[in-house]
DNA sequence: AAATTTAAACGACACATTGTAGAAAAAAGG
DNA sequence: CCTTTTTTCTACAATGTGTCGTTTAAATTT
C-alpha cells in the first residue's frame, strides 16, 4: 500500500497480506474470539512459526490491519476549514460522503467488525477519530453557554453518526452515499442547534 | 434476587453470587477476554470444578449476569402506550430517567461494559433492547412517507441514546438524570422530526 | 548467472488453559 | 440425626501458545 513497501522483500510482503487476507476470511465466518492462531496459518498457507516472527498475536495482526482502514478512510477527508467553507444544508458533507463510500467499498470488513456483536476495540477506535475530527469542527465555530456540555454533544454526534454507518452497512442499502451524508447531517444538526439553543435555519454553522 | 431463589441450595445461591462478583471485580481490572477460570475461580473462592457445574464456560457466566441487568434496568419501563401519554417538551421521559438512575447505580458495571473498549456483546445486547422498545412506540406514531426509512431513524435514536448514557457513565456528571433525560429526549427528537418533514412544535408525538 | 543474504518452513519443546471424571469430604435440608 | 446434594480434590487428556535451533528455499545483490 505504501511507496516503501517496494523496498521491503517479496515474501514478507506477501506473507502479510496473505495473513490479513486469512483473518478477514476467518472474520466473516466466526467471532474473532474464536479464532485460533493454527486456522489463521493454514488458512494463510503460512508455517505458524513465519506468523510469530511478524505479529505478537492475533491482536497484534488485527490492529495492524485496522490501521490501515482508518488510514485509508480518513486520508481523503476534507480539513475542518475546508469542511466549514463547503457547509449548505443542501450540500451532502464531503466527510459523510466518503465514510459511506468507504464503508461500502469495504463492506464485508466493516460489517463484520461494526455490527452486533462486531469487535469492540474497532467500534471504540473508530469512534475516537470521528470524535478528533468533530473536537476540530467544534472548536471553529462560537457556541453560545448550555447547560448541555459541549463533549456530550460531541458523543451525540459520534453516536449517531456510527450508528447509522452501521446500519447503513447491515442493510440493503437503496439510499446512495450523498443521500446518507445529507440524512445524516440534517438528523444529527437538527438535534443540536436548537438544543443549544441556535435556530439552525438562520444559523450557518 | 427472584423470590424462587429460596428453594434453591444455599450452597448453589452462594457459588453463583460469588462467582458473579469475582467476575465483576476482574472486569474492572482488565479486559473480559484475558480473564480465565482458574483466576475468577481464585477469586471467587469457589473450586473450578464447581465452575463448571454451573456454567459451560465465562461467557455463560457473563451472559447470565447481563441477563440480570438488563432486567432490572427495563423492569420500570412505562409502557409504550404510557410513555406516549406522558409526553411533553418539558417533561423528563420516564424510561430515560429510569435508564441513567440504573446506569449510576451500577456505574462500574456500566463503566465496564459500555466505556472502550467494553465487552460488545453486551453493547450490541443493550442496543437490540432498546431498539425493540423505541420500535414499539414508533408503531404507534403516524409517519409520513419519508426518503429516510424509518429503521435508520430507530437506529439513529438508540445510536445517540446509548453515547449519551455512556459519555454521562464515564464522565463526572454534574447533570441529573432528569436534565440528561430532558437533553436526550431533545437532541433526538428535535433531529428526527425535521428530518421526516414534520414541526416539532406544533407536533405532539 | 552465481553468490550472498534473508525469510520461511520444519520439528521439537516447555508451558498454560480447558474441560471432564470419579471418589472423598463437607454441609444443607428435612 | 440421617439423607441428599453440593463442593472439593486429584488426576487426566486434549488443545493452544510462544520460542528455539536448524534446514531449506527463494529473493536480492553483485
Redesign the pocket.
Known sequence: MNAEDNH?????R???KLLWEALLDLIMEKDFETI????LCDRA??????F???Y???YDLLEQGMQAMYNEMTSLWPSPEKALAQFGWHTPPENFVHIYKHTAENRDFYHRMLCRPGVSSFRSQLSQYFLEYAQARFDRIDLPDSQVPAQAILRFIVGAMLELVTWWVESERPQSPEEMALYTLRLITYGVYPTLGIDPQSHNP
Open positions: 521491503v522483500d517479496l515474501r514478507v506477501r506473507t502479510r485460533n492462531i493454527k486456522e498457507m503460512v508455517h505458524r512459526t513465519t510469530y516472527s511478524h505478537q498475536d492475533k
